[in-house]
């Protein structure tokens, strides 16, 4: 099982914070660090520093780390145009040697689109604008020089785009389609992405979406194992119950709640969580930290965690 470190910014975390924990996961020999992309703080409080662009941020990253790997978790499809995305992920994978994934989704938060003065679509259609961006993305990195890429589509019109740049990874920057709907999202990660995503859903919902999934693969003819499965859960764990008491303050949640629906507890209670999520297919798990300042927390993680799953 992969396990990735996945944080969320807009809780409040500057560029260095959020640089911080990227180079301790490096250097700890975590497989990925990734972000979600968000602009506005969730459940009030104080906003400071405020919100830091993704794609600003990865690109930062990528210059500033040199091995792991880079992404977001996931993306909004309202936020970007799909032609200018294109460009600015491929220019990113290659500031970064080929190490950026780039996660997908139809947004969700009414509240941070009123703040930015970014519409707001009904949901249907923000499952259509999302299933054409990806439409786009693929075609755009599979485009052969000298030719042009054309795309007609209800929401999106693209002439004559040359295709370019490409990303450094062969074959483009590989795409997570994220989303724990039964139908659409596993209909679109069969057929357009590298991985498919369920955040913060219990193990069964897992299950559920991933066999939803493996029957979206045989519909298209894809082998499902081709798809990798991945999972996101709020991580929070302590050498003892008094480590766990005081981590679980410091980011306002109950211990108990935490170990009922996050990887949390002691080293072994979070060693058996993780073990029946690999059971149940889930090839990696981002690690939700929600205290970037606490990289003692990922120091515990690496040294006592991490070796008991391999």
């Known amino acids: 099982m992969r396990l990735r470190i996945f944080v969320e910014p807009q809780q409040g975390a500057s560029y260095d914070e959020q640089l911080a924990v990227a180079r301790e996961a490096e250097a700890l020999g975590f ?59 491929a220019q990113v994978d290659a500031m970064s040697g080929g190490r950026l994934e780039l996660g997908l989704g139809t947004g969700w938060f009414e509240d941070e689109h009123r703040a930015l003065g970014v519409p707001f679509p009904s949901l249907g259609e923000r499952y259509e604008r999302l299933e054409e961006q990806l439409a786009i993305l693929t075609g755009l990195w599979a485009t052969p020089p000298r030719e042009r890429f054309e795309h007609r589509g209800r929401h999106y019109v693209l002439e004559g785009n040359p295709g370019l740049p490409k990303p450094a990874q062969e074959g483009g920057v590989p795409l997570i389609v994220g989303g724990s709907g039964l139908r659409r999202t596993p209909r679109l990660a069969a057929r357009y992405a590298a991985e498919h995503n369920t955040s913060f859903v219990s193990l069964d919902t897992f299950v559920a979406a991933r066999g939803a999934a493996d029957e979206a693969c045989r519909a298209l ?90």
């Open 31 to 89: 497989d990925a660090f990734f972000r979600s992309d968000h602009f506005l703080r969730f459940g009030g409080g104080d906003p400071r520093p405020g919100p830091t662009d993704t794609l600003v941020t990865l690109a930062g990253l990528a210059r500033d780390t040199t091995r792991i790997r880079l992404g977001t978790l996931v993306a909004s499809a309202t936020f970007r145009w799909p032609g200018v995305l294109a460009v600015a992920a």
């Open 221 to 310: 003819g894809r082998d499902p194992a081709s798809l990798r499965r991945s999972a996101a859960l709020t991580v929070c764990v302590g050498a003892d119950e008094a480590e766990l008491a005081r981590r679980a303050a410091a980011i306002g949640r109950d211990p108990d709640e935490l170990r009922a629906t996050g990887v949390a507890g002691t080293v072994p209670q979070a060693v058996a969580t993780l073990s029946r999520w690999a059971e149940a297919g889930a090839e990696a798990v981002y690690l939700q930290v929600l205290d970037l300042r606490d990289l003692d927390h990922l120091r515990l993680l690496a040294a006592e965690v991490a070796p008991r799953l391999r």
